[in-house]
């Protein structure tokens, strides 16, 4: 671990490294196909007061008063080849989603700097939909979750370990991507449908890092449930829970 202490920082840490990872991704939530994907990934992990960078994570700091923060949230999904997904074969291509905006926080315990933090975090995303050649505003999301994470040293090993659970919502045209069958996709067995905005289902998390020497073992596992979504009925829905794990092995320089 590389420590930095500057003027754009009172305490700031570096850890950057190079490893591999294995991913099981469902195509999308309630889709009954996955795909595996094994990369070599760079790692970089930096925490400051006003900026994290993490293995799943960016946040920024906007705002800071007491217990209460507002911070830049990101997130995406991976894109889907519908010649590879059953439900929709014959439909257009799922691009790669991105998502960015506001996230309201508020600490119960400890900050975003702290060893062992429980917090609660809103945030609110616009959506946008790329192949890296054009892009199109898919609406917007909503995944208010409560948060857990811990850290603490074993021995000469560090762990740090975070549980998550939160609800997530969506506008209709953010769903419709996903889950909507344009009347020209209409088949015998897949019939048009139109999703709407509201509930999409709920989401528990568990991630846990070791650190050993020069050396970073990480695992995580995500539980979804959308049953009771408002896209529930929604001919591309094949089952109401999915799981998403993976993991990576770390060197760290």
Do not use: C
């Not at 309630?30 to 992990?45: L, Q, T």
């Not at 400890?110 to 616009?126: I, K």
């Not at 969506?170 to 344009?182: C, L, N, T």
């Amino acid at each position: 671990m590389v420590s930095l202490v500057g003027s754009l920082a009172s305490h700031a840490e570096l850890e950057t490294g190079l490893g591999i990872s294995a991913v099981h991704v469902p195509h999308y939530l309630g889709s009954e196909d996955a795909e595996i994907y094994v990369v070599p990934v760079p790692y970089i992990r930096y925490r400051s007061e006003n900026l994290n960078i993490d293995r799943n994570f960016i946040q920024q700091k906007l705002f800071h008063r007491g217990q209460w923060s507002i911070e830049l949230s990101l997130s995406g999904a991976v894109p889907v080849d519908n010649d590879k997904s059953a439900a929709r074969e014959g439909m257009d291509d799922l691009d790669f989603i991105g998502e960015m905006g506001p996230a309201l926080q508020y600490h119960f315990r400890g900050d975003r700097l702290s060893e062992n933090a429980l917090y609660f975090s809103a945030p609110v995303r616009g959506a946008i939909s790329t192949d890296l050649t054009h892009a199109r505003y898919r609406g917007y999301t909503f995944n208010p979750r409560l948060i857990w994470r811990r850290s603490y040293q074993y021995d000469d090993m560090q762990v740090r370990s975070q549980v998550s659970s939160g609800l997530r919502f969506a506008s209709a045209h953010m769903h419709d991507y996903i889950y909507g069958v344009d009347e020209r996709f209409k088949t015998d067995e897949r019939e048009s449908y139109d999703a709407a905005s509201g509930y999409g289902g709920i989401t528990l998390s568990f991630s846990s890092s070791l650190l050993f020497d020069d050396y970073m073992l990480a695992g995580f596992i995500r539980y979804a449930n959308i049953a009771g979504a408002t896209f529930e009925d929604s001919p591309l829905v094949k089952q109401s829970s999915s799981i998403l794990f993976g993991g990576a092995w770390v060197h760290l320089f």
